[in-house]
């Protein structure tokens, strides 16, 4: 028999499907499975039945209670996935971002002991209570912007304890919010105050020490490495990463973010999950990315909130085949916005994507960047019912009206978790 339909979302003005290939490469980026008034049977926790409302609402049978909604006028897509972000830590720096309009660089301001490290101080100094009060609030607000499943990355930690405490964090959030949390241990993401002449000695208790720790307690998925100049070298980032991927993880990679240094050469070598930021990537870069399964996850509100003119060559990316995901970089030093649709504007102001490519790129292909792409991104029956549904009629509105959340209602599991 039919399974008993809980949640029917119908008269649904511009139904967004993603259904089509995984992941999307090239043109087929434009590809959106867009269905004008469609409707969406969830049964419990998944999709039961997506296609035209008229359709639909005929074949279904509804269980006693289901919730009925009608979204004409709206745009109906799958909850958008976030596949970079740094939501474990306390403390804002926004004196930074002013030293930065005053000309110093992100890295000036780096080297002289602000940057990564002076959130690193104030996250050793927290509480796994306070620490996960505050991380609480940038999870919620990214689901608050249509956001059901995130990747979330440890590195305000740089001790085994600390790091340990994070991603217990993020363990802690996964079971306790109605989103989804894919954890990476990224203690490779700056060299700590107490280590600065013994760099090598750090990258040592890396590998020996963080992460047999981190498996040991299966507390990340993925590992990841800032594998930049004046952070960790080509050489380095290979050897944690080989170490991690001995330990059961997939990788990760911090690749040519302010300098091209042969991150997304590595990344694709390695057989990287994906290599993120990539503004300065090499040619070569590029067709390595693009002959491989390694996404690359593009990160424009970063290069914006760095006031940097440098943006990764998404046009290129896009033409020859490369796997194009985007995401927030949610972090308190370079990108301190929870919005996803933010970035989508970004994307096709200082990126040239279109609003259809950049939708592929916060669903299928951000999945893919999560190890998820079988399952998540997509409107299809069987998978989970993660939905957002927008207060727009035209899905273009997306980049076009910015600035604002324009999320009216998130479906996590086949539940309502936010309305506004
Ligand atoms: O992705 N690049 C390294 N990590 C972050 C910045 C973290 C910070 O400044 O706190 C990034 O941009
Ligand atoms: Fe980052």
Same mark, same amino acid.
């Given at each position: 028999m039919q399974k008993k339909t809980t949640m029917l979302i119908k008269n649904i003005g511009q139904l967004v499907t993603m259904q089509g290939s995984v992941p999307r490469r090239g043109r087929f980026m434009n590809e959106i499975g867009l269905i004008t008034n469609g409707a969406v049977a969830v049964a419990g !926790?998944?999709?039961?039945?997506?296609?035209? @409302? !008229? !359709?639909?609402v005929g074949r279904v049978e509804l269980a006693e209670n289901c919730d009925v909604i009608s979204?004409?006028?709206?745009?109906?897509?799958?909850?958008?996935?976030?596949?970079?972000?740094?939501?474990?830590?306390?403390?804002? =720096?926004?004196?930074?971002?002013?030293? =930065?309009?005053?000309?110093? @660089?992100?890295?000036?301001?780096?080297?002289?002991g602000g940057g990564i490290r002076s959130t690193v101080r104030q996250v050793r100094e927290a509480t796994?209570?306070?620490?996960?009060?505050? @991380? =609480?609030?940038?999870?919620?607000?990214?689901?608050?912007h249509g956001v059901t499943s995130i990747e979330a990355k440890s590195g305000y930690g740089l001790s085994t304890e600390a790091e340990l405490k994070s991603l217990e964090v993020i363990r802690r959030l996964n079971e306790l919010e109605p989103v989804d949390l894919y954890p990476t241990f990224l203690g490779a993401h700056e060299v700590p105050d107490e280590y600065r002449d013994h760099h090598k000695e750090y990258v040592e208790l890396v590998i020996n020490e963080m992460i047999p720790a981190v498996a040991a307690k299966k507390l990340a998925l993925f590992c990841d490495v800032f594998c930049e100049d004046g952070v960790f070298t080509v050489e380095e980032s290979r050897a944690i990463l080989t170490a991690a991927?001995?330990?059961?993880?997939?990788?990760?990679?911090?690749?040519?973010?302010?300098?091209?240094?042969?991150?997304?050469?590595?990344?694709?070598?390695?057989?990287?999950? @994906?290599a993120d930021h990539l503004m300065f990537i090499s040619d070569k870069g590029i067709e390595m990315l693009a002959a491989s399964q390694t996404a690359a996850v593009l990160l424009p509100g970063t290069s914006f909130a760095l006031g940097l003119d440098k943006t990764a060559p998404a046009r290129t990316m896009i033409e020859k085949g490369v796997i194009v995901a985007l995401a927030t970089d949610c972090n308190p030093g370079s990108s301190m916005t929870e919005s996803l649709a933010m970035i989508i504007t970004l994307a096709a102001l200082k990126l040239k994507m279109t609003a259809a490519e950049a939708l592929s790129a916060v669903t299928v292909n951000a999945a893919c960047a999560i190890g998820q792409g079988e399952r998540l991104g997509r409107l299809e029956s069987g998978l989970p019912a993660d939905i957002a549904i927008w207060d727009m009629r035209d899905y273009r509105e997306l980049p076009y009206h910015y600035g604002v959340n324009l999320v009216e209602t998130v479906i996590k599991n086949g539940k309502v978790v936010v309305t506004r």
């Open positions: !926790d998944e999709i039961l039945a997506v296609g035209k @409302s !008229d !359709d639909i979204a004409e006028n709206h745009v109906v897509t799958p909850g958008f996935i976030d596949p970079h972000t740094h939501p474990v830590f306390v403390g804002t =720096r926004e004196a930074e971002f002013e030293m =930065r309009l005053a000309g110093k @660089s992100y890295m000036e301001i780096a080297q002289a796994g209570e306070e620490l996960y009060a505050t @991380s =609480r609030k940038t999870v919620a607000a990214l689901l608050a991927r001995k330990a059961g993880m997939q990788l990760k990679l911090h690749a040519d973010e302010l300098k091209s240094t042969g991150g997304a050469e590595l990344a694709a070598e390695m057989g990287a999950i @994906s």
